[in-house]
């Protein structure tokens, strides 16, 4: 069976400053990972994906995340925040050759002006 | 290139009611998922359709749920003799191809259902 945790509900974080929201998954076999962000009143967007090779991903708006197989975590990160990053993240984990993603809770990030 | 659409964006039901949700994947696009994300939890994936044909259900509820996404219109979720724990936000992916998590999923603004 697969989990994910998102550690971290909230994260207020102040403007141009770095940030980082913490996944952890758990999972028997191969992975796949992925970071979705929400705004208000809008559907989930894909900000990236690690399917294999390097395990540095890069997406879109800045955002970056790192896959450590050793420690089972794939963490998004940004070097400075801009207000329009205020939204909810969450982290998802789906098997390799699956239809379907696991979630996390959820992390509802803050930059605050 | 319109995205995923769902409808109604919120919708109110009484106890026994039956709620009907509607979602139209993006253009081309002939997969189909559907996800329930109760409050303060995340997004559970519930049955995988693509057309005319129930894929993945392994994540519905056994009674009062069911799916469909005809040859012709939109993904139908439909919930008989809705409970008050059925209140929760009901969201719709598509993806174009084969469907496989390498394959991106396209999420719809989600219906959020409100029972009374």
Known sequence: AQS????????????EAPVELRCNY??????????????PNQGLQLLLKYLSGSTLVKGINGFEAEFNKSQTSFHLRKPSVHISDTAEYF??????????????????????P | NAGVMQNPRHLVRRRGQEARLRCSPMKGHSHVYWYRQLPEEGLKFMVY?????????????????????????????????????????????????????????????????LVL
């Open chain 1, 4 to 15: 994910v945790t998102q550690l971290d509900s909230q994260v207020p974080v102040f403007e």
């Open chain 1, 26 to 39: 758990s999972s028997s076999v191969s992975v796949y990972l992925f970071w979705y962000v929400q705004y």
């Open chain 1, 91 to 112: 982290c998802a984990v789906s098997e390799t050759g699956a239809n379907n993603l696991f979630f996390g809770t959820g992390t509802r990030l803050t930059v605050i």
């Open chain 2, 49 to 113: 359709l693509q057309k005319e044909n129930i894929i993945d259900e392994s994540g519905m509820p056994k009674e009062r749920f069911s799916a469909e996404f005809p040859k012709e219109g939109p993904s139908i979720l439909r919930i008989q003799q809705v409970v008050r724990g059925d209140s929760a936000a009901y969201f719709c992916a598509s993806s174009p191809r084969q469907g496989t998590s390498e394959e991106t999923q396209y999420f719809g603004p989600g219906t959020r259902l």
